[in-house]
């Protein structure tokens, strides 16, 4: 490959940047953690021993000021909302009016991922009712068998989660704006056949069913499942060009998978600046300047990353919420969904 072009023959510099006016103003998604703490110990999440991942991790939720001021500021720019990263955000103490201020407020697009295990009724209630805010719930399952869920979601329960979405599909239809997506990660664990029978079995239920590239999470969970070509030549972060995350302590990242915090803006408060001047700074060029340039080893943690192999910049999750509301929900009947799902819950 030449070094100045893609493998497709595109020059670098054309092929890699920004999308559209707007996004060099504003990033177009910005990820969100209201809670670091989860219920769950998913074996590809560092959440599986936050200690040993994380030396110096304290528990915490984002302060609900905080919060506000971030939701006015999406709501603003047109962006889109995604919660999801460091913890399991139903368990967010705030979490019901946090929704109805999402919807209030008019973000355009909302999205939540979640383990599906705290669903509770207000959850429910708030989620369900309608609104001008395209809502997605993207509950995270990576298993259609039992045992697998057992050996890969620990501390899960099987039973309690696929009656959880199955309960949301069944009731999705009083909030026309409501998206379900069910997502697995593609990894070992799984069971010859698995990947393609989740996608059969969710695929007529769901408005969509995402498979996620196996990550590493900058390194600190088992790589022996990382399916990446050893010549894989690799290409700028696409995150620096569409989106920015804001950990549970209320402190901007450059990196959504920033669990040390290595990527933290120290220089940055909330507070005090807003997103939109973070995201036009000169430190935020620099980083830009440095990926174009190839030059990841001037920025420590991107140095020895492997996870920009899951980020593409021809699809990603913008593409699937772009297709999930240009397609018609898939509104089955209560007796059609019992009728699709052959798994006894």
């Given at each position: 490959?030449?070094e100045?072009?893609t493998?497709?023959?595109t020059?670098w510099?054309?092929f ?7 996004d060099k ?6 990820h969100l ?7 769950f110990?998913?074996i ?6 936050i200690?040993?991942f ?6 915490n939720q984002?302060d ?5 001021r ?13 919660i ?8 967010y103490?705030?979490i ?12 355009k697009?909302a ?8 669903l509770?009724?207000?959850i429910?209630?708030?989620i369900?009712k ?10 995270s399952l ?6 697998t ?5 620990l501390q899960?329960?099987?039973v ?28 070992d664990?799984?069971?010859p056949?698995?990947?393609?029978a989740?996608?059969?079995f ?11 590239t196996?990550?590493?999470v900058k ?7 990382l ?10 972060c ?5 989106r ?10 450059f ?5 040390r915090?290595?990527?933290v803006l120290k220089?940055?408060?909330l507070a ?12 935020y ?14 920025i420590?943690?991107?140095k020895?990353?492997?996870?920009w192999?899951?980020l593409k ?5 913008r593409t699937?919420?772009?297709?999930l509301?240009?397609?018609k ?10 009728t699709?799902?052959p798994?006894?819950?």
């Amino acid at each position: 490959m030449s070094e100045n072009k893609t493998s497709g023959g595109t020059p670098w510099r054309e092929f890699y940047g920004f999308a559209n006016e707007q996004d060099k103003v504003f990033p177009n998604m910005v990820h969100l953690d209201l809670i670091n703490i989860c219920n769950f110990k998913c074996i590809h999440c560092p959440q599986n021993d936050i200690k040993k991942f994380v030396p110096d991790y304290e528990p915490n939720q984002l302060d609900y000021e905080i919060f506000t001021r971030i939701i006015d500021e999406v709501a603003d720019h047109g962006a889109t909302l995604r919660i999801t990263c460091d913890g399991e955000p139903f368990l967010y103490k705030h979490i019901v009016k946090a929704i109805h201020y999402i919807k209030d407020r008019g973000v355009k697009i909302a999205t939540i991922v979640t383990n599906g295990s705290s669903l509770t009724r207000p959850i429910a209630e708030a989620i369900l009712k309608p609104s001008d805010t395209k809502f997605i719930i993207d509950f995270s399952l990576d298993s259609l068998y039992k045992p697998t869920y057992e050996r890969i979601r620990l501390q899960g329960n099987f039973v309690e989660v696929y009656s959880n979405v199955l309960f949301l599909l069944k009731n999705k239809k009083s909030n026309p704006n409501l998206r379900i997506i069910v997502n697995m990660i593609d990894q070992d664990t799984l069971v010859p056949g698995e990947l393609e029978a989740f996608k059969q079995f969710w695929g007529p239920i769901a408005d969509d069913v995402v498979v996620r590239t196996y990550l590493t999470v900058k390194g600190m969970v088992n790589a022996s499942t990382l399916k990446m070509e050893r010549d894989q030549y690799r290409w700028p972060c696409s995150l620096l060009w569409n989106r920015i995350a804001i950990s549970s302590h209320g402190r901007p990242r450059f990196c959504v998978a920033d669990w040390r915090e290595q990527s933290v803006l120290k220089d940055f408060d909330l507070a005090k600046v807003s997103i939109s001047e973070i995201w036009q700074s000169p430190f935020y060029d620099q980083l830009r300047r440095d990926h174009l340039d190839k030059e990841f080893s001037k920025i420590a943690i991107c140095k020895n990353c492997t996870d920009w192999f899951g980020l593409k910049w021809d699809y990603d999750y913008r593409t699937v919420i772009d297709r999930l509301f240009e397609e018609k929900a898939n509104d089955l009947t209560v007796a059609q969904i019992n009728t699709q799902h052959p798994v006894e819950v």
